[in-house]
T-cell receptor, first 113, second 115 residues
């Protein structure tokens, strides 16, 4: 089982729709969780960190469920500019006690007029 | 100017050639990473470095080597390139002082094609 799993999509939604992505992770000792956004052939950029209490940034809401080992991203009122690939990132411990990131394969979102 | 730069941005080479990809950062971060991205496979960690004297293998280090020449520079080498190393390569940095998020900041990527 891959450490971080995402549905690759694509999710094809009309403008204004609400869309949700889930991401599951296999290592129960994972420490930190993030969503990154990647536009076609561009570098990934941090969208938001994911906290145990859940967090919201404008139209975006992220949730963490440690018991079930998944994180989610909810996008409300989708815009054409939200079309991108959304990468789930989970940090895992190294043998030296530090944490390094593991990326999911990404979920593709296409928002159409 | 970009905080994380990569050179070259595009490179086409032949099997067996030695290739070096370079990464520089002006963010003052101590941690640097090299990833490769293949279509549909997400980013895979090749090597990472937490400071100049600390270099570690990632998930897919075979066929690659790295050099951390200074805090701001981290180079990736392919000693003898092969076609399945054709991919998009990203360098990234992060800051141990930002322990609450450990946000990764990526360079623009290098598109490498090995014929």
């Amino acid at each position: 089982r891959k450490e971080v799993e995402q549905d690759p999509g694509p999710f094809n939604v009309p403008e204004g729709a609400t869309v949700a992505f889930n991401c599951t992770y296999s290592n129960s000792a994972s420490q930190s969780f993030f969503w990154y956004r990647q536009d076609c052939r561009k570098e990934p950029k941090l969208l938001m960190s994911v906290y145990s209490s859940g967090n919201e940034d404008g139209r975006f809401t992220a949730q963490l469920n440690r018991a079930s080992q998944y994180i989610s991203l909810l996008i409300r009122d989708s815009k054409l500019s939200d079309s991108a690939t959304y990468l789930c990132v989970v940090t895992r411990a190294t043998s030296g006690g530090s944490y390094i990131p593991t990326f999911g394969r990404g979920t593709s979102l296409i928002v159409h007029p | 100017d970009a905080d994380v730069t990569q050179t070259p941005r595009n490179r086409i080479t032949k099997t067996g050639k030695r290739i070096m990809l370079e990464c520089s950062q002006t963010k003052g971060h101590d941690r640097m990473y090299w990833y490769r991205q293949d279509p549909g496979l997400g980013l895979q960690l090749i090597y990472y470095s937490f400071d100049v004297k600390d270099i570690n293998k990632g998930e897919i280090s075979d066929g690659y080597s790295v050099s951390r020449q200074a805090q701001a520079k981290f180079s990736l080498s392919l000693e003898s390139a092969i076609p399945n190393q054709t991919a998009l390569y990203f360098c990234a940095t992060s800051d141990t002082r930002d322990s609450s998020t450990d946000t990764q900041y990526f360079g623009p990527g290098t598109r490498l094609t090995v014929l």
